[in-house]
């Protein structure tokens, strides 16, 4: 879960657009923002060390700690306080067309201590649209943008980290590319660099509006982080069943995505949907005794004003799946959410979420629950 810096809707709608072909969660576009902020102080004094200067780096962090009260569609509630996120970035700056960076993340229960992104790109739009990244990040599939603390439930069906080369442009508003990986699925056993998507946004701006669209395509949805996990496991447990069942996946099923954002004044408005474009196999997902066909959306409306001289937003979202019950997500989520700016770069977040399970006939129970979550969350 995370929550975004509280400023204006517009500078909020702004960011979304520039990063928009990233996939990347929101910690990690927090990070980039942190450091990007850095880097303008520096070149505005002198104060920073001459060694420092000279090697270009810049440093920073994001902890986020939760407390959260939840009611299971089953069974008793529970609750829980968490770091939910510790992640360290480091970004440098070594030539005009060479930079590289590289972040470490920590998810109490989730995430043990590791290298979560690791990458060089070598761009300089100053001569050419055209740029190259290579390294380990999270393919440009999705956007995932909103305003409140948990993830969309987009995010957790296509969010794709992968060591990938990465080929592509920014020009006046249009940007897009195309990348290339080996996947974690080896489909029919072979260890190959198979995996391939592409992606294209548009983002127009004023002075205090602007919006977006994109559009996103993978070659292989199952090769997503939670997809993955679980057709591995699905097939696994086949095969112990039946021998004669591979463990790999037989075929591809490939996954695609659509997303908008505008923002006027102080509203703002995010929309997407993702979905496998086909079945998949029903020995790696299933639902309803037949392959599963998953998709999520997510549609939010927010809006930014001042409270007692802080930045403050609310936001509003529903959400929903189809075909994810294998996924043991939600069939539909309605939100709602308050965050503020408490001190300089301390952001306090509050969220109310209520799922609906899916019903009986489809596998799940057919009750409802809550989830109450506070956030507070700090930038250094």
Do not use: C
């Amino acid at each position: 879960m995370r929550i975004q810096p509280v400023s204006t809707a517009i500078t909020l709608m702004l960011a979304a657009a520039t990063v928009q072909a990233t996939g990347e969660p929101k910690r990690l576009e927090r990070l980039d923002e942190s450091l990007d902020h850095k880097q303008a102080k520096q070149a505005e004094t002198d104060s920073v060390p001459a060694w420092y200067r000279h090697l270009d780096i810049e440093i920073t962090g994001l902890i986020e700690v939760e407390a959260s009260d939840r009611s299971a569609y089953e069974g008793d509630s529970e609750s829980d306080i968490r770091l939910a996120t510790a992640e360290l970035g480091i970004r440098s700056q070594l030539k005009d067309w060479v930079e590289a960076g590289i972040s470490f993340l920590y998810e109490q229960d989730e995430t043990d201590l590791e290298v979560d992104t690791a990458y060089l790109t070598l761009a300089n739009p100053d001569v050419s649209p055209l740029f190259l990244t290579a390294g380990q990040v999270y393919v440009p599939f999705g956007v995932y943008e909103t305003n409140l603390v948990s993830d969309p439930l987009t995010l957790e069906i296509g969010e794709t980290r992968e060591t990938a080369l990465q080929l592509g442009f920014e020009h006046s508003g249009l940007s897009g590319g195309v990348y290339v990986f080996n996947g974690d699925n080896k489909v029919k056993g072979k260890d190959r660099i198979q995996g391939w998507g592409a992606n294209l946004g548009f983002v127009q701006e004023g002075d205090d509006w602007a919006w977006s669209v994109g559009t996103g395509y993978i070659n292989d949805l199952g090769d997503s982080d939670s997809l993955h996990e679980i057709i591995n496991d699905n097939r696994v447990g086949a095969a112990e069943v039946d021998p004669s069942l591979s463990i790999d996946p037989t075929e591809r099923t490939a996954g695609w995505t659509l997303n908008a954002t505008a923002s006027f004044g102080p509203f703002s408005l995010i929309g997407e949907y993702l979905s496998a474009s086909d079945a998949f196999d029903p020995i790696s997902l299933d639902f309803k005794g037949e392959g599963a066909r998953p998709s999520a959306w997510n549609i939010e409306a927010g809006y930014s004003f001042t409270l007692l001289g802080a930045e403050s937003m609310v936001a509003a979202g529903y959400q929903g799946t189809r075909e994810a019950l294998a996924l043991e997500l939600p069939k539909e989520r309605w939100l709602l959410g308050w965050s503020t700016e408490i001190f300089d770069r301390t952001s306090l977040g509050l969220e109310w979420a209520r799922d609906h399970d899916y019903n009986t006939r489809a596998g799940g129970t057919g009750e409802s629950g809550n989830t109450f979550t506070a956030q507070l969350a700090v930038e250094f």
